[in-house]
């Protein structure tokens, strides 16, 4: 129930990042404040498991993403987020002690989620662009009117 509700907590500052810095912060801002909000999940939830947080918020984005009628955007948010939280685990293993490690994991993850959103924002969507089309994040709104 907590990561729920952090992730509602990143989905409203998805929101106001967005109307501060427009298109630009798909890619710079947002993948960042997403993994803070992660951290803090894990955090609270004192030894939940990482991956799981990721799959949480993937799978509320994907529904999010499939009642706007996006699915396909969803799913690769969903993938996104998954792939950043088995990243994120890996590294918070490998540094040995998994607290000492969730720093170098939120780092690499948020990097990580950086380059992906990058790589959709330039490639899946290439006329959304950061100087594109404008991107809708409100209820109802499309991300790109040629998908």
Same mark, same amino acid.
């Given at each position: 129930?907590?990561?729920?509700?952090?992730?509602?907590?990143?989905?409203?500052?998805?929101?106001?990042?967005?109307?501060?810095?427009? @298109?630009?912060?798909?890619?710079?801002?947002?993948?960042?404040?997403?993994?803070?909000?992660?951290?803090?999940?894990?955090?609270?939830?004192?030894?939940?498991?990482?991956?799981?947080?990721?799959?949480?918020?993937?799978?509320?984005? %994907?529904?999010?993403?499939?009642?706007?009628?996006?699915?396909?955007?969803? %799913?690769?948010?969903?993938?996104?987020?998954?792939?950043?939280?088995?990243?994120?685990?890996?590294?918070?293993?490998?540094?040995?002690?998994?607290?000492?490690?969730? %720093?170098?994991?939120?780092?690499?993850?948020?990097?990580?989620?950086?380059?992906? @959103?990058?790589?959709?924002?330039?490639?899946?969507?290439?006329?959304?662009?950061?100087?594109?089309?404008?991107?809708?994040?409100?209820?109802?709104?499309?991300? @790109?009117?040629?998908?």
């Amino acid at each position: 129930m907590v990561t729920v509700l952090v992730a509602i907590l990143a989905g409203a500052g998805n929101l106001v990042l967005y109307r501060w810095k427009r @298109n630009r912060a798909v890619v710079t801002l947002v993948p960042w404040w997403e993994e803070f909000c992660k951290l803090l999940a894990v955090l609270s939830l004192s030894g939940q498991p990482i991956l799981p947080v990721h799959i949480v918020f993937g799978s509320l984005e %994907l529904g999010h993403a499939a009642w706007q009628g996006q699915r396909f955007l969803g %799913l690769i948010s969903f993938c996104i987020h998954g792939l950043t939280g088995g990243v994120a685990a890996y590294l918070a293993g490998a540094a040995g002690n998994v607290r000492g490690g969730l %720093l170098f994991a939120v780092l690499g993850a948020a990097t990580l989620h950086v380059l992906l @959103n990058g790589a959709v924002v330039g490639l899946v969507f290439p006329t959304l662009g950061i100087s594109g089309d404008p991107v809708d994040p409100s209820l109802g709104g499309r991300y @790109n009117w040629r998908e």
